[in-house]
């Protein structure tokens, strides 16, 4: 608790008073303390809250299940040099050996635009920075 002069009548009061004891008047200072606290308090709040939608707020990478395995091929060079679009999932099987996203591993059999069945293996790994990369392999 610190001492701090009245605006009004110069008269001393704590930082933690509302009003000067002297003459009334609102005690300054008590604002501003009072104002730090809630800015410090919203700024903590609001790093706490980054950190928690830094590691959940992106989600976990997609399951077996999901279109991206299908985007990630399409966005591949191999199918970008061979003009191949996938036309249907003909398998989806999950091959993951555990619960952390590196243990991840999904195997897809695409038909595709040439009439081709392939199968891709896809493993997922995550970024220093947040968020996941999807790799793919032909089985």
Request: net charge positive.
């Amino acid at each position: 608790m610190a001492l701090v002069e009245c605006h009004e009548c110069s008269g001393q009061l704590s930082t933690e008073a509302k009003s000067c004891p002297n003459c009334g008047a609102s005690n300054r200072s008590s604002k501003k303390v009072s104002r730090v606290r809630h800015v410090l308090g919203v700024v903590v709040l609001a790093i706490l809250l980054y950190l928690v939608f830094t590691h959940e707020g992106r989600g976990p990478p997609p399951s077996c299940e999901s279109s991206a395995l299908e985007e990630t091929f399409e966005a591949s060079s191999v199918a970008k040099e061979n003009h191949l679009t996938v036309v249907d999932v003909v398998k989806r099987i999950d091959r993951s050996k555990g619960f952390e996203v590196k243990d991840r591993i999904c195997e897809v059999t695409f038909r595709l635009s040439n009439t081709k069945e392939l199968t891709y293996v896809f493993t997922f790994e995550i970024r220093n920075e947040g968020g996941y990369i999807i790799k793919a392999r032909p089985k």
